[in-house]
């Protein structure tokens, strides 16, 4: 857990909820905040199994994944490939179009022409194309004055995607079962606050949608999780444009991931079906393998 990724904060307070979980389940468990020296951590360890909790980069990228494929220790969640694919938006897109999956237009371009002028008509979303939990988001309204001032901290080339309005749904997939829908409501964008602050979003399991959308979302989902080779655990989110029907119904990214904190989705969701959170945390350490 840890990490020096933008998601540190999240990604500690997700691997401390998942190890007080584990040890209510039986499990030994030691926690370990991800440095420079991993490698020889773990080797002092010798785990049976790990459980990761990395968030964004090095932990979701496929990074930290081929460091325990080489020390041939058994991991959590996505393998290599998988955990590259998936954190890179672009190429995670080209995987669902692929798929026949639905999708919003986006280009990657340096951040210096977005900073200048707009790339795309507006409303359009400006993201890091390989962080999540909607880290160094910026909405650009219909009704901007001029294209968005992006921090210095952005990288040097960004995903500017087209805005697609509704609702914010979000399907867990475990293994091979996508679980329930969940309907995300806050009072604006769903950002960092509205993801992880108490009282930043209020969720509604199962959610209260037509039937033919609550089967998209759970088709969808596990289709994204194939296309991406995901293992373990995966949430895919979608926006629902209800004017639309079944034709508003759009995938943004899959998360191979998922927050495990207080607040997070996949956990409720998990819960909603039956499962416990320690339930959830044991499947996942029985899940661990090498080569995923």
Not at 46 to 68: F, K, M, T, Y
Not at 111 to 136: F, I, L, Q
Not at 158 to 186: H, K, Q, S, W
Not at 194 to 200: D, E, I, L, M, V
Request: hydrophobic fraction near 40%; charged fraction near 25%.
């Amino acid at each position: 857990m840890g990490g020096p990724s933008a998601e540190r904060e999240v990604s500690l307070s997700s691997g401390q909820a998942c190890a007080a979980a584990l040890r209510g389940e039986g499990f030994e468990v030691i926690e370990v905040d991800a440095g420079r020296d991993l490698c020889t951590v773990l080797d002092d360890i010798s785990p049976d199994a790990i459980l990761n909790c990395l968030h964004g980069r090095w932990g979701e990228d496929g990074c930290v994944q081929g460091l325990l494929e080489w020390m041939g220790m058994p991991y959590s969640h996505s393998g290599v490939l998988s955990s590259a694919l998936a954190l890179d938006k672009q190429r995670s897109k080209d995987a669902f179009v692929a798929a026949g999956l639905p999708i919003v237009d986006s280009v990657i371009v340096p951040a210096e022409d977005v900073r200048k002028r707009h790339v795309m008509p507006p409303p359009y979303v400006v993201k890091p194309n390989n962080e999540g939990s909607s880290v160094g988001v910026y909405l650009v309204h219909e009704a901007s004055n001029g294209p968005p001032q992006l921090s210095d901290d952005m990288p040097k080339n960004v995903m500017v995607e087209a805005f697609a309005p509704g609702r914010e749904l979000t399907t867990t997939v475990i293994g091979d079962r996508a679980l329930t829908v969940t309907d995300i409501l806050t009072d604006g964008w769903y950002d960092y606050d509205a993801k992880y602050k108490p009282g930043g979003s209020r969720h509604v399991v199962p959610a209260d949608v037509p039937l033919e959308i609550f089967d998209l979302c759970m088709d969808y989902a596990l289709r994204a999780h194939k296309a991406l080779a995901c293992r373990g655990v995966s949430r895919t989110d979608f926006r629902w444009d209800e004017s639309k029907g079944a034709d508003g119904l759009i995938l943004l990214e899959t998360n191979t991931q998922p927050g495990m904190t207080p607040t997070s989705l996949t956990p409720e969701q998990a819960q909603a079906c039956g499962m416990t959170f320690g339930q959830l945390c044991a499947w996942m350490v029985e899940d661990a393998s090498c080569d995923r």
